[in-house]
C-alpha cells in the first residue's frame, strides 16, 4: 500500500495501524516518488535477525575459504586496492 507523505502529516501515525490490519508494509511518497517502506516493529525485528544471520553465515564461509587476513598491513592493503577499484 502506497500512502502520500502528506496524508501522515495530516492523519499522524494512527494512519498505519488502520493500514497494518490490510497491509504488512506501507510505502510512503513524497513528491510522487516511493521514499520509504514502513513495516510493522515484529516484523523488522525478524528481518534484523534474519540479516545478522546472513552476515554471520558469510563471515563464516570466509573463515571456511581462509578468506580473511591477520596481518594488519596486508589488510590495509586490500582495503586500500579495494578503494582504488571503487
Given at each position: 500500500?502506497?500512502?502520500?507523505?502528506?496524508?501522515?502529516?495530516?492523519?499522524?501515525?494512527?494512519?498505519?495501524?488502520?493500514?497494518?490490519?490490510?497491509?504488512?508494509?506501507?510505502?510512503?511518497?513524497?513528491?510522487?516518488?516511493?521514499?520509504?517502506?514502513?513495516?510493522?516493529?515484529?516484523?523488522?525485528?525478524?528481518?534484523?535477525?534474519?540479516?545478522?544471520?546472513?552476515?554471520?553465515?558469510?563471515?563464516?564461509?570466509?573463515?571456511a575459504?581462509?578468506?580473511?587476513?591477520?596481518?594488519?598491513?596486508?589488510?590495509?592493503?586490500?582495503?586500500?586496492e579495494?578503494?582504488?577499484d571503487?
Amino acid at each position: 500500500m502506497t500512502v502520500m507523505a502528506n496524508d501522515i502529516k495530516t492523519k499522524g501515525v494512527s494512519l498505519f495501524d488502520t493500514l497494518f490490519e490490510k497491509f504488512s508494509e506501507v510505502i510512503i511518497s513524497v513528491r510522487g516518488k516511493n521514499k520509504y517502506c514502513v513495516i510493522p516493529y515484529e516484523e523488522y525485528e525478524e528481518y534484523r535477525a534474519y540479516k545478522l544471520d546472513m552476515a554471520h553465515k558469510e563471515v563464516m564461509e570466509d573463515i571456511a575459504n581462509e578468506k580473511y587476513h591477520t596481518n594488519t598491513q596486508k589488510h590495509f592493503d586490500t582495503l586500500k586496492e579495494a578503494l582504488k577499484d571503487a
